[in-house]
């Protein structure tokens, strides 16, 4: 009786373990739920206001847009770029003024090109997006952000494990092949 009571024991404490794990991963559904609902509140957020934004850029009045100092020349001449590159969905425009130190050895241009692959490499642009930004080829894109050393290609951890297990398997078979 003493071994059977002893079990139960144990089965108790192990369904009880596994309770609480199942809590704690409900919790952590719902925490990622509510994250979700916070990120897709915010996409929502800034769709509107790209929404808006454009909008405003295709609602040029007499020589001014509705509620900005832009001339319609300016405005225009935005709107045709943003046609060239053809982008179909509202885009911005951000003006970035940075003041750096005289030791900085930076052109406009160069930071405009830094600035664009740091975007390419977090993956806020594409690779053909930024090379358009540039006025480049996607090839000569991929150069530059090889010579600045940022990654162009991303890996999941699990793709990265896989790439390497089949290029370790290709050069066995290379290696029995080579053999006489």
């Not at 692959?117 to 952000?145: C, F, H, N, T, W």
């Amino acid at each position: 009786m003493t071994r059977a009571r002893r079990e139960l024991t144990h089965k108790r404490r192990e369904l009880t373990r596994a309770r609480r794990e199942l809590t704690r991963e409900r919790r952590e559904l719902t925490r990622a739920r509510r994250e979700l609902t916070r990120e897709r509140r915010e996409l929502t957020r800034a769709r509107r206001e790209l929404t808006r934004e454009h909008r405003e850029l295709t609602r040029v009045g007499h020589g001014v847009a509705a509620g900005s100092s832009r001339s319609k020349g300016a405005v225009l001449g935005t709107l045709q770029a943003v046609k060239r590159m053809g982008h179909t969905d509202p885009t911005q425009v951000i003006t970035i003024r940075l003041e750096l130190p005289a030791s900085v050895p930076l052109s406009e241009q160069e930071a405009r090109e830094i600035l664009v692959l740091k975007l390419v490499e977090d993956g806020y642009l594409s690779q053909s997006e930024g090379a358009q930004l540039l006025g480049i080829s996607r090839a000569e894109l991929i150069e530059r952000m090889t010579q600045a050393k940022m990654a162009v290609a991303r890996y999941a951890p699990e793709d990265l494990v896989r790439e390497t297990e089949t290029l370790h398997w290709l050069q066995q078979q290379r290696a029995m092949s080579n053999r006489p």
